[in-house]
């Protein structure tokens, strides 16, 4: 069975800080994808970074980046010097077995960022 | 270079009244999944389908739910007689033929029954 847990259901932090959003994932495939999705107020999903279980560098996109440790299972989502447009609702989403196509959603997390 | 098209964006039906949700996926993609957000919930797959073909319906309810993905056209999410349960944002997704190559979404129709 495969599970994503997003224990942080809304954060509100002010315009600058950084913030972490966190995710905890559950699978027995040796073979796993793990995914972030940026949902905007207007509600579109957006596609913020996909990885592979076999790829544990850490990844910077700009203001964004990922710590993806196996150990602890945890694929967390850190936002620097926030602003105001990163409000939304961030999801987590996994997808494993080779071949595999159904991604596994966490509930979200939503964040406010107060100018 | 268009994203994934649905249509419409938002969609009020009665109760008992028949709902039809369109997606076109992005150019040069041939798998295409429906997705179903409810209230405060993350996306739950309903159905996966390649043209012509459903691959996998194992998210699908049981009943007055179908879909399908024609030769032609775009792909049909259809839900017949519509209850106020089925009210939820329907998002659809594309992607290519490398395995696990990432979902693209559409911008979801919103479903709302009276």
């Known amino acids: 069975a495969q599970k994503v847990t997003q224990a942080q259901t809304e954060i509100s932090v002010v315009e600058k800080e950084d913030v972490t959003l966190d995710c905890v994932y559950e699978?027995?495939?040796?073979?796993?994808?793990l995914f972030w999705y940026k949902q905007p107020p207007s509600g579109e999903l957006v596609f913020l970074i996909r990885r592979n279980s076999f790829d544990e560098q850490n990844e910077i996109s700009g203001r964004y980046s990922w710590n993806f440790q196996k150990s602890t299972s945890s694929f967390n989502f850190t936002i620097t010097a926030s602003q105001v447009v990163d409000s939304a609702v961030y999801f987590c989403?996994?997808?494993?077995?080779?071949?595999?196509?159904?991604?596994?959603f966490g509930k979200g997390t939503k964040l406010s960022v107060i100018p | 270079n268009a994203g994934v098209m649905q249509n419409p964006r938002h969609l009020v039906r009665r109760r008992g009244q028949e709902a039809r949700l369109r997606c076109s996926p992005m150019k040069g993609h041939s798998h295409v999944y429906w997705y179903r957000q409810l209230p405060e919930e993350g996306l739950k797959f309903m159905v996966y389908?390649?043209?012509?073909?459903?691959?996998?319906e194992s998210g699908m309810p049981k009943e007055r739910f179908s879909a399908e993905f024609p030769k032609e056209g775009p792909s049909i999410l259809r839900i017949q007689q519509v209850v106020r349960g089925d009210s939820a944002a329907y998002f659809c997704?594309?992607?290519?033929?490398?395995?696990?190559?990432?979902?693209?979404f559409g911008n979801g129709t919103r479903l709302t029954v009276t």
């Open positions: 699978t027995r495939d040796t073979t796993y994808y």
């Open positions: 997704a594309s992607s290519g033929d490398v395995d696990n190559s990432p979902l693209h």
């Open positions: 989403a996994l997808n494993s077995g080779a071949g595999s196509y159904q991604l596994t």
């Open positions: 389908l390649q043209k012509e073909n459903i691959i996998d």
